[in-house]
C-alpha cells in the first residue's frame, strides 16, 4: 500500500478540484497521439489521425481525453487502495483492448506536461513530486493485470 503525506493528499484532490477536465484531457490525449505516434493504433476509430492539427481538432480525441481524465477522480477518490478501484480498467486495458502498459506512463507524461502549463509557477517541485507520484501508482494499477 502507498503511504500519502497529508501535503500529497491535498495537492492532488487541490490539482483535480480546478482542472478542466475537457481541456485538459483534450492537450494531454493529443499530445500523446502526435508526440507518440504509435499509440494512434488504439484509437483507429477516431478518424483522421494523420497529423497534429487533425489529432487537434478530432471530437473523438477530445472526448475520450476527458473520459480519461475523469477516470482520474476514481484514484482520487480512493488513495488508500488505488489497486483495487482500477483492477476492472486494468482487465480491459490488458484483456479486451489490449493496450501496450507502456502506453500508460506516455499519457501520464503527456498529463503532466499539461498540467505543469496550466498551473504555471503553481506547479512547484513539490507538487510535480506528489502529481508524479500520483500518476505512477495510477499506472502501476493498470499495469496490474499484466503481470
Known amino acids: 500500500m502507498v503511504e500519502w503525506t497529508e501535503f500529497e493528499r491535498a495537492t492532488?484532490?487541490?490539482i483535480?478540484?480546478?482542472m478542466d477536465y475537457d481541456s485538459v484531457g483534450h492537450n494531454a490525449l493529443?499530445?500523446?497521439l502526435v508526440v507518440y505516434?504509435?499509440?494512434q493504433?488504439?484509437?483507429a476509430k477516431f478518424g483522421n489521425l494523420y497529423n497534429a492539427a487533425a489529432i487537434m481538432g478530432n471530437p473523438m480525441v477530445a472526448a475520450h481525453g476527458a473520459v480519461v481524465l475523469r477516470g482520474l477522480d476514481k484514484a482520487v477518490k480512493n488513495m488508500d487502495n488505488i489497486k483495487a478501484?482500477?483492477?476492472e480498467l486494468s482487465v480491459l486495458h490488458s484483456e479486451k483492448l489490449q493496450v501496450d502498459p507502456d502506453n500508460f506512463r506516455l499519457l501520464a507524461d503527456c498529463l503532466?506536461?499539461?498540467v505543469a502549463a496550466t498551473l504555471g509557477s503553481g506547479f512547484t517541485a513539490d507538487v510535480q513530486a506528489a502529481f508524479q507520484k500520483f500518476l505512477a501508482v495510477v499506472t502501476a494499477a493498470l499495469r496490474k493485470q499484466y503481470q
Open 16 to 18: 483535480f478540484s480546478k
Open 30 to 32: 493529443a499530445r500523446c
Open 112 to 114: 503532466t506536461i499539461v
Open 41 to 43: 493504433r488504439y484509437f
Open 37 to 39: 505516434p504509435w499509440t
Open 85 to 87: 478501484a482500477y483492477t
Open 12 to 14: 492532488i484532490q487541490d
